[in-house]
């Protein structure tokens, strides 16, 4: 069982960046692979990034790969989404992901915990 806590979400001008963490519960986090998905009101939860648990494989979403950065430290337990310049396009909650070793994968039937999901703001 992982319980998953997002922070780091806010309020941002178009260009800037933030840094979301994702901090895991229990022993075993470095088994998990994780993810990030993003969902806009009205929308489905779609894809951002993923790592492994071995940190030796990411995938990204196109509409983010060279902005966005996904790592993890698995010593703290924490799991990290460094955005960079950042869109208008980019505002929505944002929620990580776990799921059993088993490959990274970039949908959410893939993944079996889930974070409350954090909000993120940008301003034109």
């Known amino acids: 069982q992982v319980q998953l806590v997002e922070s780091g979400g806010g309020l941002v001008q178009a260009g800037g960046s933030l840094r979301l963490s994702c901090a895991a519960s229990?022993?075993?986090?470095?088994?998990?692979?994780m993810g990030w998905f993003r969902q806009a009101p009205g929308k489905e939860r779609e894809f951002v990034a993923a790592?492994?648990?071995?940190?030796?494989?990411?995938y990204y979403a196109d509409s983010v790969k060279g902005r966005f950065t996904i790592s993890r430290d698995n010593a703290k337990n924490t799991v990290y989404l460094q955005m960079n310049s950042l869109r208008p396009e980019d505002a929505t909650v944002y929620y990580c992901?776990?799921?059993?070793?088993?490959?990274?994968?970039?949908?959410?039937?893939?993944?079996?915990?889930w974070g409350q999901g954090t909000q993120v703001t940008v301003s034109s």
């Open positions: 790592i492994s648990w071995k940190r030796l494989n990411t």
């Open positions: 992901a776990a799921r059993g070793r088993g490959g990274i994968v970039a949908v959410t039937t893939g993944y079996d915990y």
């Open positions: 229990g022993r075993t986090f470095s088994s998990y692979d």
